[in-house]
């Protein structure tokens, strides 16, 4: 073990082995740096207008009469296979304090947009909104919602028990500053359903998220 | 030949140009100009049908009393109106209205009704369709009957009181369900209602009272105007900070780990080196 001078010889063999493990481990750390970053945005949601209908020949004339409420067109479950979930739906409106959108507190359970287009609706986007997380329920129904990809299948149920399938078309994320809601919120345009929750960096003085992830899937035909 | 030809050019240039500002003028309709105006019609007048022309043109064929036709879409100007009997003739018009105004970009209601002492009226009312509040709805209150002053309540309570024919009251309120009725003003003598209304979000609902409290013809007309919807504020969904996008810190740890092993691995024979040298 020791050089015929007779000081203290190290092997060039576990210098070598340190180098290695050394690079290894940078390279492993760059690989896994670089995969926890979110995934790029792709996709564009639809915001092409429905067919205009042509100018009719006669004025339109309508009953004055009172209109009884419309039906309530209310979906009851999502269903989003690649990620395991399938989640109660709550009618849900706006949070008078706020004005803001009222997600359920409850973190295994979504927000449908109750003034919004309904689970039939034939134009306009069908907003979904749940929790990514929440600091007393843990992980919430759209945790993973962010990693679905193009071609992903969401199902609605409605109140009839009927399935509508829609497929994912676009991911984006957007600072909560800069987010175009009138978009998402759109009831016009073709029928689509938008899915929206939290996520990009978390802002642990103020308990906020940085940004929104949305999901836009087109209505299968 | 060469002048004579540059001449010819430039003056074929001057002719294409001339005429390129001229369609373009006709093909676009210049900066000031207001977008049309949409204008509907209601019918407020009990137990008379008519037909509604616009500048001598027919253009709402027997208009059944409680109805809402329209809207149509005007350039703003003005306007000769008239009611007939179903197929007479303009000449022996019920109520004419000659040069009514019409203003550019406005969404109008243009109400046949009756006035306070009972004649036929025609009276024009500009609709607020400024954008609501996510959430919020728009009632609109409009006194087109024979009848004295009234309280219009919701649920019991007076939302707009006193309101003469010909006035008008608005509020946005949260959207859903109310149950409206229509009183003398300050007493509880109830002349219209109770009717439940169904206040749409994003929607401006309209009520008329119309008809002749004399002949016990009161009814309520209804008009909506709706996509006065906004998005809400925001769609606050998390706040446990779990889904950090951040999640390339511990990452980092283990690559600076690394590099300082591989520096030193590097140097240790560097350091062998100058020890077997001595």
Known sequence: ?221 | MRILSLRRAASLGVATLLGLGVAGALGSSPAHAKANSQVSVVHGIPGQPVDVYVNGKKTIPDFQPGKVAGPLSLPAGQYDIALTKPGDAVADALLTVDDAEVPGDANISLVAHLNASGEPALTPFVNDTGKLAAGQARLIVRHTAAAPAVDIRAGGEPVFEGVTNGKEGQADLDAGSVSADVVLAGGDTRVLGPADLDLKEGTATIVYAVGSAEAKSLDIVTQSIDGLHSAPGGVPSGDGGRADGNGSLPWYGVGAIGILLAALGLSRPAHARLLSRR
């Open chain 1, 1 to 221: 073990m020791t050089s015929p001078s007779g000081t203290p010889r190290i092997r060039p063999g576990r210098a070598l082995l340190l180098v290695l493990l050394g690079v290894t481990m940078t390279v492993v750390a760059g690989v896994g740096a670089c995969r926890s970053q979110p995934a790029d945005d792709f996709g564009a949601p639809l915001t092409s207008p429905s067919a205009a209908p042509s100018a009719p020949a006669r004025v339109p004339v309508r009953d004055g009469a009172p209109q009884p409420a419309a039906a309530v067109d209310v979906p009851s479950r999502l269903r989003i296979p690649a990620l395991g979930l399938d989640a109660a739906v709550d009618a849900v409106g706006i949070d008078a304090s706020t004005g803001d959108f009222a997600v359920p507190p409850r973190v295994d359970r979504v927000g449908w947009y109750r003034y919004g287009p309904g689970v039939s609706a034939a134009a306009g986007s069908i907003v979904i909104a749940g929790h990514v997380d929440s600091a007393a329920e843990g992980k919430g129904a759209f945790f993973r919602l962010g990693s679905l990809k193009a071609g992903d299948r969401a199902v609605l149920t409605g109140p009839d028990g009927r399935h509508r399938a829609f497929d994912v078309v676009a991911r984006e994320r957007y600072r909560k500053a800069a987010i175009p809601l009138d978009k998402y919120f759109a009831r016009d345009g073709a029928p689509r359903l938008t899915l929206i929750t939290c996520g990009g960096p978390f802002d642990a003085r103020t308990r906020h998220y940085r940004d929104n992830v949305v999901v836009t899937a087109t209505a299968r035909a």
